[in-house]
């Protein structure tokens, strides 16, 4: 039977992060990918923006790590070719009865050490976006957009030159002890592990659970998002990225509009929970609910101004109703001593993804060295 240093389970671009991160240090590292291709789930479905770390709680792994993982993710994609721009974002009030709101999530930006924060007025607004309508916004140079599905691919290839295995159509079906090791059976076959990461992003709760893991008390409730695209020739609507204040409850950061690398528009996501992790696309709102969504920011837009785009899927940690905004779990396993667990990799993973590696690295290096 293969025996490997590090298995990864979940080739997105956490796994693919730790993959690439892990090759460099041992020989024998696998990521085990259930899909025919890596980032195929929320890696590459998502709004692709390199986040500044303005929304997190002060102290919290999602603030640290956002905040180290954007400087880190910029100079990763300035070094291997990865297709991205900092543009930086406006965060809106639509109204006065807002502008509280919006000081306050200024103030947990400087909290977590965003730099570069500034409050600007309604004309300012209108200066650099001149179709948002707003009575103040807070302007966030550091934020910028990725090709995330590039992005991925970077860091696989990375685990790959350093001799890593990226195996996909893996998806895994039993998990067990075996002496001090990891048996992992999946689809492609049977390996054990002297480290196994769970990295499974949707499924990490599951895959916790097949290894009878404690961990698999962080359950794991889908929450997707739709977005739509404003065609072509309305896509002067929109300079940059544009967003709205967060859901108060933490549920998502609102429907925003991202203007892309390809030179489009993209509005949303939605958030509404899901019963099932594989469904992109039963009961998808209209195009009028994204029109309504946008218009307080956006009052131009149209429903013929709007196409359909794809959707993505959260890994939330928080059950509907209440407070939702929860933070990543990233720890060894309580009774498996060669297990680290990455559970409720949400947004802002992809732009933490750098900093997510180098922090899991340090519990992988006590399990080996």
């Known amino acids: 039977m293969d025996r490997a240093n590090v298995v990864i389970i979940g080739g997105g671009v956490v796994g ?19 899909m025919p291709k890596i980032g195929m789930g929320a ?31 910029y100079k990763f994609c300035e070094a291997h070719g990865v297709p991205h721009r900092k543009t930086g974002k406006l965060v809106v009030a639509t109204s006065k009865e807002q502008e509280p709101t919006l000081e306050k999530l200024m103030e947990t930006g400087r909290k977590n ?3 570069g924060l500034r409050m600007i007025d309604a004309a300012a607004i209108r200066k650099r976006e001149p179709h948002i309508a707003g009575t103040a916004a807070i302007e966030v140079p550091s934020t910028g957009i990725v090709s995330s599905e590039e992005l991925v691919k970077a860091y696989a290839r990375i685990a790959s030159d350093h001799g890593g295995d990226i195996v996909t159509r893996a998806k895994v079906r039993r998990l067990e002890r075996a002496g001090g090791l990891m048996r992992v059976t999946s689809d492609a076959g049977e390996i054990e592990a002297r480290c196994l990461v769970n990295s499974a992003g949707l499924f990490a709760d599951e895959v916790a659970a097949l290894m009878g893991s404690p961990m698999a008390k962080h359950r794991i409730y889908p929450v997707r998002g739709e977005y739509c695209e404003i065609v072509r020739s309305r896509s002067d609507l929109v300079r940059g990225l544009v967003y709205p204040l967060p859901h108060a409850e933490g549920l998502s ?24 992790k594989n469904d992109y696309e039963s009961n998808r709102p209209p195009v009028e609910d994204f029109v309504r969504m946008a218009q307080p920011m956006l009052p131009e837009i149209r429903a013929e101004d709007l196409v359909p785009a794809y959707t993505g899927i959260r890994a939330k940690l928080a059950p509907p109703g209440g407070h939702h905004a929860t933070d990543f779990v990233i720890e060894k396993d309580t009774q498996l ?17 750098g900093a997510i590696a180098e922090y899991a690295m340090e519990m992988i290096g006590e399990i080996l060295n």
């Not at 693919?16 to 259930?34: G, N, P, R, T, Y």
């Not at 429907?255 to 099932?276: E, M, S």
């Open 16 to 34: 693919c992060a730790i993959a690439a991160a892990a090759s460099a240090e041992w020989s024998d590292v696998f990521v085990l990918e259930q």
């Open 43 to 73: 890696s590459s479905r998502n709004s692709g923006v390199i986040h500044s770390g303005l929304y997190y709680t002060p102290g919290s792994l999602k603030a640290r790590l956002c905040v180290r993982g954007s400087e880190m993710t």
């Open 253 to 276: 950061l609102g429907v925003h509009l991202t203007k892309t690398l390809w030179g489009g528009v993209l509005v949303g996501p939605t958030a509404h929970y899901i019963a099932d």
């Open 337 to 353: 001593a060669n297990v680290v667990h990455l559970i409720g990799m949400e947004s802002p993973a992809l732009t933490s993804a």
């Open 113 to 115: 050490g965003v730099e």
